[in-house]
């Protein structure tokens, strides 16, 4: 079985996570997920910066345990696994932010019925 890295995970997460590039990256095309993810496109970015955090956030063993069990000496994650993370957390809470302001500026003005 292929080596998947934890940190090549989360940065596919937060950069491409809106067309299911890091479950391209963990199973393939053969899988239903990533294709859900491109037909429901503009809502799937906010769901990849949530993934970016979740897999940036779990521990090593874990995660060699799913997606590496051949693996005899894994190695470990650095910083750039939490880099993701801090970066998925602040682009995400200004995502939701900016959705949530737009969202109540139709409403009061009455585009939204």
Known sequence: ????????????????????????YLLGSRSWRPWFYL???????LVGFAEA???GLMADAPWHARYNPDL?????SGGLAV????????????????LLAFLIQWWLIGAIA
């Open 1 to 24: 079985m292929k080596y998947r890295s934890k940190t090549l995970t989360a940065w596919l997460a937060l950069l491409f996570g809106g067309v299911g590039a890091h479950w391209f």
């Open 39 to 45: 037909l429901t496109f503009p809502w799937s970015c």
């Open 53 to 55: 955090m979740r897999f």
């Open 72 to 76: 005899t000496d894994p190695p470990a």
């Open 83 to 98: 880099t993701a993370v801090v970066l998925a957390l602040g682009l995400g809470a200004i995502s939701l932010m900016a």
